[in-house]
């Protein structure tokens, strides 16, 4: 469980501060190239998480160059969702202060991101003989992010998730698996809100981002893998089509994914005209496609995200057209419209994640 945390938050941070209790064995853990990890003692045992946050802060307040935000998350969150970390920490970053999610109304401190200039207030507030994060939270200026803008960037609340009893931990990897990627900072940057904040684009045309355009001009394929050799170019020109649609150009995609013919090609094609709207045309795209490997893990997602709406559910089964005919009833504003965008956005993550695997070969 440590090593999946270790993964996410990597992805985002620098430097990673892990505190142990005395004795504890932990496995040997390795982060991304250019991330430090220390692992301290706990000076506080029986302190609670509270006692573990002032240790971690600590640390990382005596760093050679500290950051203004910590990012807080438990080991026992395996499914800690990266895109999630970024977006948490770039809320951090405009509002100034601490950050905390709020699920089924109970707050979840210990997946949450706060100022380090907090510390001399938390270190105050232990010293009073409180030890609860969930009661700090009530004596320190916070930010609530409620589940709609969570399922933006972590559509099945999966970061929430933890990991309490053996049978939690012996469903854990088939759990894992429906997790929706993240990709790199400069993908998830286009995926965002000029100014950092999460977005979901629109059911329908949506307006185009003109803040991304230049970048999504600059976007070669031979970026996508980081520089290593593109593998698939037809896979890596999928992956372009992609990101110009997900900020609302639709005709600069179409002049890619028409030229594409592929089972992938034709899904970003069929996107684009159902997005038009031109659910005639989107059908007739979709047929093309046939069966897509992320049909399976989508109808898982789209069952999480649809539960309480009027979709008409199939956890074992993902329909286009029944998505094409449903979608287009939906109330602008509605609760069933904002469940309709995050399957879209959960799709188009799924379909993005396979082409760009295919395109760097892996």
């Given at each position: 469980?440590?090593e999946?945390?270790v993964?996410?938050?990597s992805?985002?941070v620098?430097h990673?501060?892990?505190v142990?209790a005395e004795g504890?064995?932990?496995p040997?853990?390795?982060?991304?190239?250019?991330v430090?990890?220390?692992v301290?003692?706990?000076?506080?045992?029986?302190?609670g998480?509270?006692a573990a946050?002032?240790d971690?802060?600590?640390?990382?307040a005596?760093?050679?160059?500290?950051?203004?935000h910590?990012?807080?998350?438990?080991?026992?969150?395996?499914r800690?969702?990266?895109?999630l970390?970024?977006?948490?920490?770039?809320?951090?970053?405009?509002?100034?202060?601490?950050v905390?999610p709020?699920?089924?109304?109970?707050?979840?401190p210990l997946v949450?991101?706060?100022p380090?200039s907090?510390?001399?207030?938390?270190n105050h507030?232990?010293?009073?003989?409180?030890r609860?994060?969930?009661?700090?939270?009530e004596?320190?200026?916070?930010?609530?992010?409620?589940?709609?803008?969570?399922r933006?960037?972590?559509?099945?609340?999966?970061?929430?998730?933890d990991?309490?009893?053996p049978?939690?931990l012996?469903?854990?990897?088939?759990m894992?698996?429906?997790?929706?990627?993240?990709?790199s900072?400069?993908?998830e940057?286009?995926?965002?809100n000029p100014?950092g904040s999460a977005?979901l684009?629109?059911?329908?045309?949506?307006?185009?981002?003109e803040?991304?355009?230049?970048?999504l001009?600059?976007?070669s394929?031979?970026?996508?893998?980081?520089g290593?050799?593109?593998?698939?170019?037809?896979a890596a020109?999928?992956?372009l089509?992609?990101?110009?649609?997900?900020n609302?150009f639709l005709?600069e995609?179409?002049?890619?994914?028409?030229?594409?013919?592929?089972?992938?090609?034709?899904?970003?094609?069929g996107?684009?005209?159902?997005?038009e709207p031109?659910?005639?045309n989107?059908?007739?795209?979709?047929?093309?496609v046939g069966?897509?490997?992320?049909f399976?893990?989508?109808?898982?997602?789209?069952a999480?995200?649809?539960?309480g709406?009027?979709?008409p559910?199939d956890?074992?089964a993902?329909?286009p057209?029944?998505?094409?005919d449903w979608?287009?009833r939906?109330?602008?504003?509605?609760?069933d419209m904002?469940?309709?965008?995050?399957?879209a956005?959960?799709?188009?993550r799924?379909?993005f994640?396979h082409?760009?695997r295919?395109a760097?070969?892996?």
């Amino acid at each position: 469980m440590l090593e999946w945390v270790v993964d996410a938050v990597s992805e985002v941070v620098p430097h990673l501060v892990i505190v142990k209790a005395e004795g504890q064995v932990l496995p040997a853990l390795a982060a991304r190239s250019g991330v430090t990890i220390d692992v301290v003692v706990d000076t506080q045992p029986g302190g609670g998480p509270l006692a573990a946050v002032i240790d971690g802060m600590t640390v990382v307040a005596q760093s050679e160059n500290p950051p203004r935000h910590c990012f807080l998350a438990s080991c026992d969150a395996p499914r800690l969702v990266v895109g999630l970390v970024r977006h948490l920490l770039a809320v951090a970053q405009q509002t100034g202060g601490w950050v905390v999610p709020r699920v089924a109304e109970h707050p979840q401190p210990l997946v949450s991101a706060l100022p380090l200039s907090l510390l001399p207030a938390i270190n105050h507030y232990r010293a009073s003989g409180r030890r609860d994060l969930r009661g700090l939270a009530e004596v320190l200026a916070v930010h609530w992010v409620d589940e709609e803008a969570l399922r933006h960037t972590d559509p099945t609340l999966a970061s929430f998730r933890d990991i309490d009893t053996p049978a939690d931990l012996a469903t854990i990897q088939s759990m894992h698996d429906d997790t929706l990627p993240s990709f790199s900072p400069s993908v998830e940057a286009l995926l965002a809100n000029p100014d950092g904040s999460a977005r979901l684009p629109e059911l329908g045309p949506g307006r185009p981002v003109e803040a991304h355009r230049q970048a999504l001009r600059s976007l070669s394929v031979d970026a996508l893998c980081d520089g290593r050799a593109i593998c698939d170019r037809a896979a890596a020109q999928c992956c372009l089509a992609g990101l110009w649609l997900w900020n609302d150009f639709l005709d600069e995609s179409h002049q890619i994914s028409q030229g594409i013919d592929t089972s992938d090609g034709s899904y970003w094609h069929g996107i684009m005209h159902r997005r038009e709207p031109d659910p005639g045309n989107a059908k007739y795209w979709f047929q093309r496609v046939g069966a897509h490997p992320v049909f399976a893990p989508l109808a898982a997602v789209a069952a999480h995200l649809g539960a309480g709406s009027s979709f008409p559910l199939d956890a074992h089964a993902w329909h286009p057209a029944a998505f094409i005919d449903w979608s287009r009833r939906l109330a602008p504003g509605s609760t069933d419209m904002q469940a309709a965008r995050m399957m879209a956005a959960a799709e188009w993550r799924l379909l993005f994640g396979h082409c760009l695997r295919q395109a760097c070969g892996e």
